[in-house]
């Protein structure tokens, strides 16, 4: 076969055989360049003067373009001949008799790289997330690219990236993962009808919280990558697209993808576990800061950033270390160097100083009082109190509420106004809880009974004074009996108009006397009048209230016949005054009635 250059062939034997063609390079490093070559063979042919014959070169390398055509950042340069990519050893295919040779352009693919909490990994293979680490924790891509407007874009010409993450985890659930349905506004899904429903986001991380994030054995995240060039201002146009990795039955249903690479991530997650160290006060002393710590474990108090608390002794004692549930007492800066194993508790020590005798050093105690919402505790907070004395707290409700419960070290000790520690020997806490009232129905009595005054027949006058000689007519016992009930919720009664005697008490005591016989006998009674004081046993009894208590009268002393009654009614609702002076009395007479 004659391959003398420059000789002409033309029609079908153009496409039969392979002929010389002379190449034109424009625009090359050393200007233009011509080369002679072989049609439809590789570029690597050269022809041999000396010998007279064609032979493969295979150091051949197509001429570098002049300077000022590679500097186009974030595009690949090539050679192209009749719109076709030549390379240093791929085949010259070309149907022009003067072919030339030119410079062209393509932009580059992005650079992607796995992170872990935004730190470049070695390959995609397993990431690893440590949650004892500082967080956020998260994984997924980085992905660079040379016209990203951070990098060399401009605000007309500079490329940008979405994300569409899916989580795979599951055989059942496919590529509908537990995340696809807990944050559907980040993971991607797909319908039973097997529709894609892409969600793209800016997300190129997603974030890894807990145990339940990790990705193992065959469970997997995978990020489709979709990259957009804007040239000139102009419309958004894909030029990246990575491949999904979902399993296609004939055709490539990934239409979209420039290339045939997905990205999948596993990931491990890894927590060590946590031990609780804590401090406690003592006996002679307060602690000042947290007292309560995690440690994981291996580590120490002073390489988890933790300190020690401060110690504040009582006067008259100094602090002597800390006493560990091992019975090894240690300085604070040994505990702080301790390397933690397990749960431990440290309890503050305490000496009493020299020259003290013991006589100005004073053990106090904490009792934390608090109060729920309707009402207050008096006092409240961390209440300090000396070894073997008493403290009293008072308990009141706000308009609207009434005292449900008091609890004294987690212990109910009912709906008492007032609670008094006696010879504190230990830390307490007391709590009051509150409920709101009932109103009490509308019985219309209130809009033709004097029921201002009749308060005072139930809680004293409000001077101090309970005023027990003082006499009431006895329409007036039903609106207190009906005033005490309600405030009490006492439970209903016998329908009966007597109350039930108690041994002992006269029978005048009851609302109506024995053998009251008929209408006009009623009326009778009901302009006779009984003194307060008999008012206030029978409404106590009829109630059955506890009795006795705090006594705030000036004019009842504990000698009366009626005293627990009636400082039992003030400690179940009633309100005193100030006691004032006593006023005079005089015991109940057989013939009053």
């Known amino acids: 076969m004659d391959y003398t250059v420059g000789r002409s062939f033309t029609g079908a034997v153009k496409r039969a055989l392979s002929y010389p063609v002379t190449l034109t390079f424009q625009n090359a490093k050393e200007g233009v360049i011509k080369q002679d070559k072989l049609n439809y063979q590789s570029i690597q042919y050269e022809y041999d003067e000396a010998a007279g014959f064609w032979a493969v070169n295979q150091d051949y390398l197509l001429p570098q373009p002049a300077g000022e055509q590679v500097s186009k950042p974030g595009y690949n340069t090539f050679w192209t001949v009749d719109d076709k990519k030549l390379t240093d050893s791929g085949k010259i295919n070309i149907t022009s008799d003067n072919p030339t040779v030119e410079i062209d352009y393509v932009i580059q693919n992005p650079t992607i790289q796995p992170v872990a909490d935004g730190t470049v990994q070695a390959d995609f293979h397993t990431l690893s997330i440590d949650l004892d680490a500082a967080g956020p ?9 040379p016209l990203l407007k951070e990098q060399q874009g401009t605000e007309d010409t500079y490329v940008y990236f979405q994300y569409c993450w899916w989580d795979e985890s599951g055989e059942e659930s496919g590529v509908n993962g537990p995340r696809s349905r807990a944050e559907p506004e980040l993971f991607s899904s797909s319908a039973e009808n097997g529709i894609l429903n892409r969600v793209k986001t800016e997300n190129a991380v997603i974030p890894i919280d807990g145990q339940e994030h990790a990705r193992t054995d065959g469970h997997y995240y995978m990020v489709e990558i979709y990259g957009y060039l804007v040239e000139n201002g102009g419309t958004p146009e894909l030029f990246y697209k990575s491949h999904h990795n979902f399993i296609d039955f004939g055709s490539d249903s990934d239409t979209e993808a420039t290339v045939s690479r997905s990205y999948t991530l596993q990931v491990e997650v890894t927590q060590l576990e946590r031990h609780a160290v804590l401090f406690q006060t003592g006996e002679h002393g307060t602690l000042e800061g947290t007292s309560n710590f995690a440690v994981k474990d291996g580590s120490t108090m002073r390489k988890s950033g933790y300190p020690v608390p401060s110690v504040a002794a009582d006067s008259g004692y100094s602090f002597t270390g800390w006493l560990g549930t091992d019975g090894i007492t240690r300085t604070s800066n040994e505990v702080l160097d301790l390397t933690v194993t397990g749960d431990m508790t440290f309890t503050a020590q305490y000496a009493k100083d020299s020259g003290s005798g013991g006589s100005t050093g004073t053990t106090r105690y904490t009792i934390e009082a608090s109060a729920g919402h309707g009402g207050g505790i008096s006092p409240d907070g961390r209440v300090r109190v000396s070894r073997g004395s008493d403290k009293t707290f008072r308990i009141t409700s706000d308009a609207g509420y009434e005292i449900a419960d008091v609890l004294v070290d987690g212990e109910s000790v009912g709906a008492v106004s007032r609670y008094t520690f006696e010879t504190v020997r230990k830390n307490h806490t007391i709590e009051a809880e509150f409920r709101a009232v009932e109103k009490a129905p509308d019985t219309g009595v209130d809009r033709w009974l004097n029921t201002t005054d009749h308060r005072a027949y139930l809680n004293g006058y409000g001077t101090g004074l309970f005023g027990p000689d003082d006499h009431m007519t006895r329409p007036r016992r039903p609106r207190c009996s009906t005033t005490s009930c309600w405030t009490r919720r006492c439970p209903p ?38 003194t307060r004081a008999e008012f206030t046993v029978m409404a106590m009894r009829f109630a059955r209230l506890p009795e006795g208590g705090e006594n705030p009268f000036s004019d009842v002393t504990s000698s009366d016949w009626f005293y627990d009654q009636v400082v039992g009614r003030c400690s179940t609702g009633g309100s005193p005054a100030t006691p004032t002076a006593p006023s005079v009395r005089r015991p109940p007479s057989p013939g009053r009635r």
């Open 137 to 145: 924790h998260t994984v997924g891509v980085q992905v660079s690219h």
């Open 493 to 530: 009664r016998s329908a009966s108009p007597t109350c039930p005697p108690t041994p002992g008490t006269p029978a005048r005591w009851r609302p109506w006397p024995p053998g009251h016989g008929g209408r006009r006998r009623r009326r009778k009674f009901a302009q006779r009048t009984i």
